[in-house]
Nanobody, 113 residues
Framework: QVRLVESGGGSMQVGESLRLSCVAPAMTLRFTGLGWYRQAPGNQREMVATISSSGTTNYAESVKGRFIISRDDAKKTVDLQMNNLKVDDTGVYYC???????WGQGTQVTVSS
């Protein structure tokens, strides 16, 4: 059963912007924290940004000031606006819902110079 569906990945150039979106068509999200994580080749999955059910956000140091996480519980979505992309932002980006420890299937982001 597909619970979280990411979209918006792509191949970008350094300095460009990209917006990822995650939708949970069959779930109510308002009671759970949500997050975006990424995994680069050969690396462990790492937290990029999280947002609590009350809207408190947390960012990895490497993306602070460049990425913005947001949620719309009515639309059942959590988005990640990524600005001023860097090569090190390359990876598969995953959406996560804390309450049930659900993961999406991931969407690839590739940034080249």
């Amino acid at each position: 059963q597909v619970r979280l569906v990411e979209s918006g990945g792509g191949s970008m150039q350094v300095g460009e912007s990209l917006r990822l979106s995650c939708v949970a068509p069959a779930m109510t999200l308002r009671f759970t924290g949500l997050g975006w994580y990424r995994q680069a080749p050969g690396n462990q999955r790492e937290m990029v940004a999280t947002i609590s059910s009350s809207g408190t956000t947390n960012y990895a140091e490497s993306v602070k000031g460049r990425f913005i996480i947001s949620r719309d519980d009515a639309k059942k979505t959590v988005d990640l606006q990524m600005n001023n992309l860097k090569v090190d932002d390359t990876g598969v980006y995953y959406c996560h819902a804390d309450l049930w420890d659900y993961w999406g299937q991931g969407t690839q982001v590739t940034v080249s110079s």
